[in-house]
């Protein structure tokens, strides 16, 4: 059998706080998932941080190969001034920063709530779209520092997502230190082939950090680091031109490094050296 790997388990339970690190439960389920991993033909993760972890708890004769995930949702190609879904909720003229998806336990939304909080004075929007594990924190820091530039909507429409997806200038992926070895958002996906500009907020040495600078196609800040995104934000929201620029080589890099097509032939490739 192929073990695929969406997101190391049980270190992203421990990381989220669910589990303790030296809980039985814990180790019992190491043991499980390092016996798994072991007795399949291949382990298959979806980055190469995801794999060097792997490597280090299993050790480097554990079969690993790296497949990424694809877009299943990407923008309709207008621009945010003339997106009916920021038209519906009014930010159709506004600097507009978004994230959409899963308000997860291992995302930092400290760091963008901190940013938002700094930049209340600007005229820059945060939307966030979606729900999960932290949506109370959203709200309550929204209440307590009356965010009036942060926009909170829920799960949209399959059908609405082409236009939610790209009514933003930007968009935001947010990791908790540890989690950018065990999981790979797959938002990341989507961005890019929306032609967004990736907001990232994450340690600069993982390889979704490395794609992003080293491809010119968004900025970078560490967890904490609300100042400086604050910055960065102030200065993009002058320089649509540049804004502009990062979407269009996000759109290139993921056709030229990613897509559904370019996946499956992989899981094909190994399946056939597998046989």
């Known amino acids: 059998y192929v073990f695929l790997f969406q997101d190391l388990f049980p270190q992203t339970a421990v990381i989220s706080g669910l589990l303790e690190p030296s809980s039985p439960i814990t180790s019992c389920l190491r043991w499980l998932m390092s016996w798994v991993c072991r007795q399949s033909a291949s382990t298959v993760v979806l980055s190469d941080s995801m794999r060097q972890q792997l490597i280090r708890d299993l050790g480097q004769h554990t079969p690993i190969a790296v497949i990424h995930n694809w877009a299943i949702e990407k923008a309709l ?3 945010r001034a003339i997106n009916p879904f920021a038209a519906e909720h009014g930010f159709q003229h506004c600097f507009t920063v978004q994230y959409s998806g899963n308000f997860g336990r291992l995302h930092d939304l400290d760091t963008l709530l ?5 930049m ?12 999960g594990a932290k949506q ?3 709200d309550a820091s929204c209440e307590t520092n009356a ?3 942060i926009l909170r909507l829920p799960y949209q429409p399959r059908a609405t997502l082409p236009y939610s997806l790209g009514a933003c200038d930007l968009a935001a992926i947010s990791l908790m230190p540890g989690a950018e070895n065990t999981m790979a958002p797959c938002k990341f996906y989507g961005i890019l082939a929306s032609g967004r500009g990736v907001v990232l907020v994450a340690r600069r040495t993982c390889d979704l950090a490395q794609i992003v600078l080293n491809e010119g ?3 970078v800040v560490e967890p904490g680091e609300s100042e400086a995104l604050a910055e960065e934000l102030l200065q993009l929201s002058k320089d649509p031109d540049r804004v502009q620029a990062m979407g269009d080589r996000a759109r290139s890099v993921y056709a030229d490094r990613f ?6 032939t992989a899981y094909a490739h190994l399946l056939e050296q597998l046989r």
């Open 77 to 79: 190609a207008s621009p």
């Open 114 to 118: 901190g940013t938002a909080r700094i």
């Open 120 to 131: 209340l004075s600007h005229p820059v929007q945060f939307v966030f779209i979606g729900g």
């Open 136 to 138: 109370s924190q959203i």
């Open 147 to 149: 965010l009036t530039n």
């Open 217 to 219: 196609i968004g900025v």
């Open 259 to 264: 897509g559904r097509q370019r996946s499956v």
